[in-house]
T-cell receptor
Framework: DSGVTQTPKHLITATGQRVTLRCSPR?????VYWYQQSLDQGLQFLIQ???????AKGNILERFSAQQFPDLHSELNLSSLELGDSALYFC????????????????FGPGTRLTVL | KNEVEQSPQNLTAQEGEFITINCSYS?????LHWLQQHPGGGIVSLFM???GKKKHGRLIATINIQEKHSSLHITASHPRDSAVYIC??????????????FGTGTLLAVQP
């Protein structure tokens, strides 16, 4: 158990809908990262937050948005869902934001499996 | 060409064999991660390396920064080691971002 929690575990919805995925980081971790894992694209970095502020953006679609709240939990909002958005969405957390140190090892949550029908 | 390449893509071994998975990357990095993903989907971080070698139990990870190459070794492999092993690099030096770029993974099956 990494200490990172994600809800829900599974989500089945229809095209055009909007969903919210939730992530609670490990106690004491200030950074939260979101990743998407699909069959054709593999794992891709979406976005990083540190202590409530956006720090880095990857291949995140405009239909997707995220935020990190004062209690450090994060939500990933996916709207106007398409069939191709079906994937595993992982959240990870780390203690700080500085790269290249053991202080910033990332710990992954169990993931949310999103199925868009 | 992917920025992070892993080989082999698939590997089948007999229990007890010594296993090596390779990772090559083409970007400047501050750290490299080895991750394990079991069939259920969960991802576990095995190692984070910025130089040299790390060992944890039967797992050993090495990195050569000059050659932009890392290897993950499993000694005395066991069926419970069956999983996808993913190499990921943290792009850039210092700074305030920990963006990871992932390899496509190596599917390892260890047969009893």
């Amino acid at each position: 158990d990494s200490g990172v929690t994600q809800t829900p575990k599974h989500l089945i919805t229809a095209t055009g809908q909007r969903v919210t995925l939730r992530c609670s980081p490990r106690s004491g971790d200030l950074s939260v990262y979101w990743y998407q894992q699909s069959l054709d694209q593999g794992l891709q970095f979406l976005i990083q937050y540190y202590n409530g502020e956006e720090r880095a953006k990857g291949n995140i679609l405009e239909r997707f948005s995220a935020q990190q709240f004062p209690d450090l939990h994060s939500e990933l909002n996916l709207s106007s869902l398409e069939l191709g958005d079906s994937a595993l969405y992982f959240c990870a957390s780390s203690r700080g934001e500085l790269a290249g140190t053991s202080y910033n090892e990332q710990f992954f949550g169990p993931g949310t499996r999103l199925t868009v029908l | 060409k992917n920025e992070v390449e892993q080989s082999p893509q698939n590997l089948t071994a007999q229990e007890g064999e010594f296993i090596t998975i390779n990772c090559s990357y083409s970007v400047g990095i501050s750290a490299l991660h080895w991750l394990q993903q079991h069939p259920g989907g969960g991802i576990v971080s095995l190692f984070m390396l910025s130089s040299g070698k790390k060992k944890h139990g039967r797992l050993i990870a090495t990195i050569n920064i000059q050659e932009k190459h890392s290897s993950l070794h499993i000694t005395a492999s066991h069926p419970r080691d069956s999983a996808v092993y993913i190499c990921a690099v943290r792009e850039g030096y210092g700074g305030a971002t920990n963006k990871l770029i992932f390899g496509t993974g190596t599917l390892l099956a260890v047969q009893p």
